[in-house]
């Protein structure tokens, strides 16, 4: 699989001497895109969802961005609908929403340049979002219980303790606790410099003590023997004295979640709900918590004023008439 951004193994979308075919359209595209900072990620991303669209497209003759309607859009809209994976499953309704977005934002660049008459996307109706609540929760003991896990006799171990730990006391991403800095944590205030998390945003957030000593404890311990001159400066690095890859970072936290043994699966993203969850139960507010998951919009917090149960259990035991008013097993309070 090459490389995210290797140009070299990628074949071109039609044909690539026509300067209104989707080859040469859609690499101005990009190229714009890298031009206006936008992530290589998030380039990535599209790329690839544009590239499904426009393989579909070609199959139907269409081999030119100008020859798209709204008409087209809205038969690969129920393409989406109705498409089945190799398992048979369909695709979600945010797996569809993920390949529509970017067509939107296409055509309106493509119209913007005179690349086609008018906007296509413009008024195409997205598949509305539901809102989840996250599958899996950890209660502070089950947290403690993953922590627990990685042998602190093995090097490694002191390592994996620490990227758990920042993960669970600071609910960052996967991503922004691969691209962490050497010195991006701030022993003496607390706090974590988070750079160019999602959106290419900068924020800082607080961390606990307890983490910034199993980080600390990594750096002077393990870290020195993890790197190979010239330094890359990424405070994580694997035993191939590199920085972690996503899936191998995934694998890891999988891994030690699994090892617990809580009935209860996940990886990053788990302890990062879990963070949020816990906070919001033990009294954080809501934008405390917004600022910091690095939440753009503060209905993307909500989710945890619903996961937090704590409050509201405590609220319904004090207050529902059918209580339990006798906790003896041969005295229910039904035959009283």
């Known amino acids: 699989m090459p490389k995210k951004g290797d140009r070299s193994e990628r074949e071109p979308l039609g044909d690539a001497n026509d300067p209104h075919g989707w080859h040469v359209i859609t690499e101005a595209f990009f190229e714009w895109m890298a031009v206006t900072n936008y992530s290589p990620r998030t380039i990535h991303n599209r790329r690839n969802y544009l590239t499904y669209f426009i393989r579909w497209a070609m199959e139907r003759g269409l081999n030119q961005p100008c020859e ?108 922004e606790l691969m691209n962490l800095g050497l010195h991006d944590i701030d022993e003496e205030r607390g706090t974590v410099m988070i750079r160019q998390g999602k959106g290419a945003k900068d924020r800082m957030v607080a961390i606990g003590d307890r983490a910034i000593k199993w980080v600390s404890r990594y750096r002077e311990e393990v870290r020195p023997d993890l790197v190979r001159e010239p330094d890359p400066g990424t405070l994580f690095l694997t035993n191939l004295y590199e920085p972690f890859t996503p899936n191998r970072l995934t694998q890891m936290a999988r891994d030690y979640i699994k090892a617990a043994d809580l009935a209860k699966t996940g990886s990053c993203h788990l302890l990062r709900h879990t963070c949020a969850t816990l906070m919001h139960e033990n009294g954080a507010d809501i934008r405390f918590i917004q600022q910091q998951l690095g939440h753009a919009r503060l209905d993307t917090t909500q989710i945890y004023t619903q996961v937090s149960i704590r409050k509201l259990k405590e609220i319904h035991n004090a207050t529902h008439p059918a209580k339990l008013r006798d906790k003896r097993p041969d005295k229910p309070d039904a035959e009283s």
């Open 68 to 175: 798209v309607t709204r008409a087209t859009l809205e038969r690969y809209q129920r393409y989406l609908l109705h498409y089945r994976k190799k398992n048979g499953d369909p695709l979600s309704t945010r797996g569809q929403h993920s390949r529509l977005t970017p067509l939107r934002a296409f055509f309106k660049w493509t119209t913007r340049q005179n690349h086609t008459l008018y906007n296509p996307a413009s008024e195409l109706d997205l598949p509305r979002l539901e809102m989840r609540l996250p599958k899996h929760i950890l209660t502070e003991p089950e947290a403690e219980k993953v922590m627990g896990q990685p042998d602190l006799k093995d090097p490694l171990g002191i390592r994996d303790r620490a990227m758990l730990e920042v993960l669970y006391s600071t609910g960052m991403r996967r991503m």
